[in-house]
């Protein structure tokens, strides 16, 4: 089956700076990428996400980008704000019905 | 769009008790719901998939005499943790896949925070 391992586990930035997280996956089948945000207490919220016939997506702050070759996508999150501190996660499909999760990454902001 | 809730988001019962969560889409219709159960600081394991009129497929190692789901309607699925003890306690949440196209996206619930004492 799919793995999906994600880095880094924990993440410091100071306000203003950008944060990148990374994953990788195993299964070449896997075609839609999406990234959840998660604040302590509450569901995953989707923040973005990216389907295989795309390399890169870009809404406001948040971009993700897609290697298939190399079978890793990242999250980018330029001019951080404490607002963005939570853990994030990515997950791999391949279109059916399973979506495979990172590990999560805990995302610090320091104002 | 795409708002799933969930009821109750917290709730404290005492070993040996059954109970019920719900998990509902309320502004579109879902004909795959799922399950998952979160440790503290850990990602997100899925219990099982629930398609509406159908048997609920659990993944392995998920009792489901212990897990029981049922779909009734394309809005509402709910979770019955059946004679909880203490391991039980958790955090469940559930999410709703948006038929159509794109078919894979799925949006969570807030969760429920279980505490079986």
């Known amino acids: 089956g799919e793995n999906v391992e994600q880095h880094p586990s924990t993440l410091s930035v100071q306000e203003g700076d950008s944060a990148v997280i990374k994953c990788t996956y195993s299964?070449?089948?896997?075609?839609?990428f999406p990234w959840y945000k998660q604040e302590l207490g509450k569901g995953p919220q989707l923040i973005i996400d990216?389907?295989?016939?795309?390399g890169e997506k870009k809404d406001q702050r948040i971009a993700v980008t897609l290697n298939k070759t190399a079978k890793h996508f990242s999250l980018h999150i330029t001019e951080t704000q404490p607002e963005d501190s939570a853990v994030y996660f990515c997950?791999?499909?391949?279109?059916?019905?399973?979506?495979?999760f990172g590990t999560g990454t805990r995302l610090t902001v320091i104002p | 769009g795409a708002v799933v809730s969930q009821h109750p988001s917290r709730v404290i019962c005492k070993s040996g008790t059954s109970v019920k969560i719900e998990c509902r889409s309320l502004?579109?219709?879902?004909?795959?719901m799922f399950w998952y159960r979160q440790f503290p600081k850990k990602s997100l394991m899925l219990m099982a998939t629930?398609?509406?009129?159908?048997?609920?497929?659990?993944e392995q190692g998920v009792e489901k005499d212990k897990f029981l789901i049922n779909h009734a309607s394309l809005t509402l699925s709910t979770l019955t943790v059946t004679s909880a003890h203490p391991e039980d306690s958790s955090f469940y949440i559930c999410?709703?896949?948006?038929?159509?196209?794109?078919?894979?996206?799925?949006?969570f619930g807030p969760g429920t925070r279980l505490t079986v004492l």
């Open positions: 999410s709703a896949r948006v038929g159509g196209s794109p078919p894979d996206t799925q949006y």
């Open positions: 990216i389907r295989s016939n795309v």
């Open positions: 502004d579109f219709q879902a004909t795959t």
């Open positions: 299964d070449s089948a896997s075609n839609y």
């Open positions: 997950a791999a499909s391949t279109g059916a019905n399973n979506l495979f």
């Open positions: 629930s398609n509406e009129g159908s048997k609920a497929t659990y």
